[in-house]
């Protein structure tokens, strides 16, 4: 597509329950990333990943936090046993890799509101 | 590991005022790149310009400059003939071969 694609837009769930977001990336865009952004905060690094190599997961949380990504290209992200802390807005990012540093583009976001 | 550090909260401009945002880093890439998002209500993070560690010319793109000072560890956003659309929480970032790290934002609200 276009651009980076993100789904639900919204979800509302309730406490306890396992959500899962989704994201496609930029087609051809080999690096993929999440981030999370609570009310009025900046943006929290979850995970990335890039090619076949092993995710970087030095930013979840939380055990309860795990994300995959299958054929290198639609990415998911789980969270189990969901808390009222986990409601924020979840964006995925792509980039293409080209041994520098690489501009990212976001997708619109998923907001999570956990009641 | 890097470190961005936004100190303005909030900013005002009035229109077609030209207007700075400070960004300054940390880190310990030896190569590195500096990024400014916009962030408007609706939530999309909108990437505005990039400036490479090594590029010996301060970016530009359209009315957005960012003037890089590399031994200061600042890369400040200079918005010129601001526009209302552009009141926006604006970010800070940089990153080397992965990742990016963000600052936590600086609010721009341009009046009329």
């Known amino acids: 597509g276009a651009g980076v694609s993100q789904s639900p837009s919204n979800k509302v769930t309730e406490k306890g329950k396992d959500v899962e977001l989704r994201c496609d990336p930029i087609s051809g865009h080999t690096a993929l990333y999440w981030y999370r952004q609570s009310l009025g905060q900046g943006l929290e690094f979850l995970i990335y990943f890039q090619g076949n190599s092993a995710p970087d997961k030095s930013g979840l949380p939380s055990d309860r936090f795990s994300a995959e990504r299958t054929g290198g290209s639609v990415s998911t992200l789980t969270i189990q046993r969901t808390q009222q802390e986990d409601s924020a807005v979840y964006l995925c990012?792509?980039?293409?890799?080209?041994?520098?540093?690489?501009?990212?583009?976001f997708g619109e976001g998923s907001w999570l509101t956990v009641v | 590991a890097q470190k961005i550090t936004q100190t303005q909260p909030g900013m005002f401009v009035q229109e077609k005022e030209a207007v700075t945002l400070d960004c300054t880093y940390d880190t310990s890439d030896p190569s590195y790149g500096l990024f400014w998002y916009k962030q408007p209500s609706s939530g999309e993070m909108i990437f505005l310009i990039y400036q490479g560690s090594y590029d010996q010319q301060n970016a530009t793109e359209g009315r957005y400059s960012l003037n890089f000072q590399k031994a200061r560890k600042s890369a400040n956003l200079v918005i010129s003939a601001s526009q209302l659309g552009d009141s926006a929480m604006y970010f800070c970032?940089?990153?080397?071969?992965?990742?990016?790290?963000f600052g936590k934002g600086t609010m721009l609200l341009v009046s009329p």
């Open positions: 990012a792509s980039s293409l890799v080209t041994g520098g540093p690489n501009t990212i583009y």
């Open positions: 970032a940089s990153g080397g071969y992965s990742t990016l790290t």
